[in-house]
C-alpha cells in the first residue's frame, strides 16, 4: 500500500525530462481540504532552497494540501534562482490544487549545485496535476519518480482494526546518516490528527527509524520527512497506535533504504547497552558505523573487533572501553576489552553469509541504541566516484 | 639521514618473529646521559599499554635515554598482560642501556586486540641492544623495523649551519586521521634543549604536520611522536630554528605518509580561508576531508564541489556555506554557494593526471587551515577489507 491507501489522498509520477530519458522524475502528493500536516528537515546548514521554502510554509501554517517532488535535481547551492524556482514549483502546485502556495511542501533530491530546469519542472507539475488518481498504481508512480541511485521503489503501509491505515514511500540509497542523508519520505494516514500529535508523532518515528542509520557519514542538503494526515476516515485514533504505526512504517522505510545502500553487501546492526543514557549509546554506535576501518573489515566479513575497540576510543571513556564486551553474530569475541577465544574460522564463514549484529556491552548503564549501517565497498567507492 | 644523523644517538632495527619471515620489527633509538626527551601521544581513550606507560614515565622523569618500539602488534586492548609486557620491554631496554626504565619510552603498533608474544619482543631487544650503532644504515633498519602497511621507510633530517641537526623516522601508511592515528615517530636532535622548550617545539611542530593530515578519520591506540635531544652537539640552538626545523622535518614526514596512504591514488591538500579563527578553519577542513563522498569524487577526479557544500553544511554557519567560493586546482568552480562557468572537461583532465589542491573561502575571517587527505579508492576497502 503507498501514500495513496489511505482514504483523502491522490498521488501521480511524470517523467518531466530533468532526469535522461523517460525515468519519472516529478511527483505530487494531494491531500483534500483540513490536511494536516508536519515535516522533520535535515540539519545541514546548506539546506536547500525546498527545505527553506517548506520549512517557512510550515511555520504559517498547520494545513498542507499538496507536496511537489522531484528528482534529478536537489535545488541546492543554487543561489536566488533556486529560491525562485521551488516558490515557483508551490505557486503551480497551489493553483492546480485550489489552495495558498503556503499549503504547499516542495522535496528536491538529486546532483547539488545544478540549477532545476524550471520550464520542465513546471509542466511537470502541470502534467501530474492531471494525472492525479488514487490507487496503488498512482502511488507506485510517485514512489518511482522520486528515486535517484535507487534501486527499488521504497513503500510501506499500517492498517488498523480501528478503520484508519498509514501509508508511506521514501527514497535514500546511500549517503544515509543520522539526521537523515539524502533522503525524502511522504507519510499519509486518514486518522484525525492536527499538527501538535502528528508533530509529536513524526519526531518520535524519525528517532527510531531513520536516525538509526548511518550509512556514510554524509548529512546532506534537502532531507525531508513528511506526515499528512486527512482525516478522511472520520475517526480519532489511540494516539499511541498512532505513534507505533508511523514508527513501524518508518522503520520499514530505514530497512529497506540499508538493503538499498549503495553498493553495500551486507546490512550490520550495531547494538550498545550499557551506556550512560540512550543519547550516549547512539552516539558511541554512530562511531563505530562512522569508521572507514570498521566498515571495511565487515565488507571482508573480518570479525576484527580491536578496530572497533580504536573506534569507540575516540568518544567512550577509558573505563567503558576498558570494560567492553563484544560479540559479532551472537559469538563472544572480546570480554573487558580483552581476547576471548572462539572459533575465528567458524565466526569468519558465518560473517560471510551475509547481514549480521554487533553487540558492544560497555558498562552497567541503562543506555541503549541500535545503529544501522552497511559495509564499505570497493563498488561503493566506484559508485561515487563516477562525474555526476 | 636518520634518527642517527644527530650525535649522541645510536639505532638498531632486528628481526625478532613478531612479524612473519624475516622482517625487521623491534627496534631501538638510544641516547647519550643527560638526553631530554617529550612526547605527544594518541587522544584515544582507547590508549595502548605501551602509551599509557611512556606517560607515566614522562611524568616521572625529563631524562629519556631510549625508545624501545615494536611493529607486528598495537599492545592494545590486551588487558594486564599487556601492561606487563610494555613494562618488562622498558626494564629489558633499561638494564641494557643502564638507565632507570623510567628514562624508556615504549612503542607498539599493529594488530588491535592480539597479545605481543613476549618471549620474541624480550630477545629481540636484546638482539637489537646488541646491535646500537650510528650511521645512516643503522638508522635506516630502525625506521623500517616499525613499518607496518607502510610501502616505504620514512626519514627525514634537517641541519643548521650553526652547527646542529635533527633527524626523524616514522611510520604510518593509512588510518591516519588529526590527533595521529596509527602514526609513530621519533624525532632526534643534538642541539641543547630541556623538556619545557622540546614540548613547546614538539607540540608545535605535531600542530602543523600530522595534525593537518586526515586519511580516513579514523584516530589509534597507539600514536606517538618522541622528540629527544641529546646534546652533544654542545650548543643551545636558536628557538625559532629549532621550532622551524622540527616542524619542517615532521611535514616532511607527514607528506611521505599521504604519499603512501593505503591504496590512495592521489593526495589532495584543503585549503580553507576566511573562516573565523584557524581551529575553525579546520574544524571545516576536516569535516570536508572526512566526508567519504568527497573523498570517491576525488578518486574519480570529479569536480564535484556540492558534495563539498553538504560537507562543510554539517559544520558551517549557514552564512558561511551561502558565501562560499570553492576551487579545484586553481579553477573557480563556485562563487558565492553557486556554480560559476568553467571548462569541466579540462578540469576533470587536470584532475586525472594526479595530487591537485582544493580551496574554500568562506567568509572575511582571518582563519585559514590546511588539511591534508587523499582519495577513497576501491583498493582501500579491498585492502582493509583483509582478515588480519
Not at 132 to 160: F, H
Request: charged share 20%; with cysteine.
Amino acid at each position: 500500500m503507498s501514500v495513496t491507501g489511505p482514504r483523502g489522498f491522490t498521488s501521480a509520477g511524470v517523467a518531466a525530462g530533468i532526469k535522461a530519458g523517460d525515468a519519472l522524475d516529478v511527483a505530487l502528493v494531494v491531500g483534500g481540504e483540513g490536511t494536516q500536516g508536519t515535516a522533520v528537515f535535515t540539519v545541514n546548514t546548506a539546506a536547500a532552497a525546498p527545505v527553506e521554502l517548506s520549512r517557512r510554509h510550515l511555520a504559517a501554517t498547520a494545513t498542507v494540501r499538496a507536496v511537489v517532488l522531484n528528482s534529478g535535481g536537489a535545488n541546492a547551492a543554487t543561489g536566488q534562482a533556486g529560491d525562485e524556482t521551488a516558490a515557483m514549483m508551490a505557486q503551480a502546485t497551489a493553483n492546480r490544487v485550489g489552495c495558498d502556495p503556503s499549503q504547499v511542501l516542495v522535496c528536491s533530491t538529486g546532483t547539488i549545485g545544478s540549477p532545476l530546469p524550471r520550464i520542465e519542472v513546471l509542466a511537470g507539475i502541470e502534467a501530474a496535476a492531471d494525472r492525479l488518481a488514487g490507487g496503488e498504481a498512482a502511488g507506485l508512480m510517485a514512489a518511482q519518480a522520486i528515486m535517484t541511485t535507487d534501486g527499488v521503489p521504497k513503500q510501506a503501509s499500517y492498517e488498523s482494526s480501528a478503520g484508519w491505515s498509514v501509508g508511506a514511500m521514501a527514497k535514500g540509497a546511500g549517503m544515509i546518516r543520522p539526521d537523515m542523508a539524502t533522503m525524502l519520505a511522504v507519510i499519509t494516514t486518514d486518522a484525525v490528527a492536527g499538527q501538535p500529535e502528528l508533530e509529536s508523532v513524526l519526531r518520535n518515528a524519525v528517532d527510531h527509524s531513520f536516525h538509526e542509520l548511518n550509512i556514510d557519514g554524509c548529512c546532506s542538503t534537502n532531507d525531508t520527512v513528511v506526515l499528512l494526515a486527512s482525516g478522511a476516515a472520520g475517526m480519532t485514533p489511540d494516539i499511541e497506535e498512532l505513534r507505533d504505526a508511523v514508527a513501524t512504517v518508518c522503520r520499514d522505510l530505514a530497512e529497506q533504504m540499508a538493503a538499498d545502500a549503495e553498493g553495500a553487501s551486507r546490512v550490520v546492526v550495531i547494538h550498545v547497552t550499557g551506556a550512560a543514557n540512550d543519547l550516549a549509546a547512539r552516539h558511541l554506535g554512530r562511531a563505530v558505523a562512522d569508521s572507514a576501518l570498521v566498515r571495511s573489515a565487515f565488507y571482508g566479513g573480518d570479525p576484527n573487533w580491536g578496530r572497533i575497540i580504536g573506534a569507540l576510543g575516540n568518544v567512550a571513556a577509558p573505563a567503558e572501553v576498558d570494560g567492553a564486551d563484544i560479540d559479532f553474530a551472537g559469538v563472544a569475541v572480546a570480554r573487558s576489552g580483552v581476547a576471548v577465544e572462539c572459533d575465528e574460522d567458524a565466526l569468519a564463514a558465518r560473517l560471510a553469509t551475509g547481514d549480521f549484529t554487533v553487540a558492544i556491552s560497555l558498562g552497567d548503564g541503562p543506555g541503549a541504541a541500535h545503529v544501522m549501517t552497511t559495509d564499505l565497498t570497493p563498488e561503493y567507492v566506484r559508485f561515487n566516484g563516477e562525474r555526476s
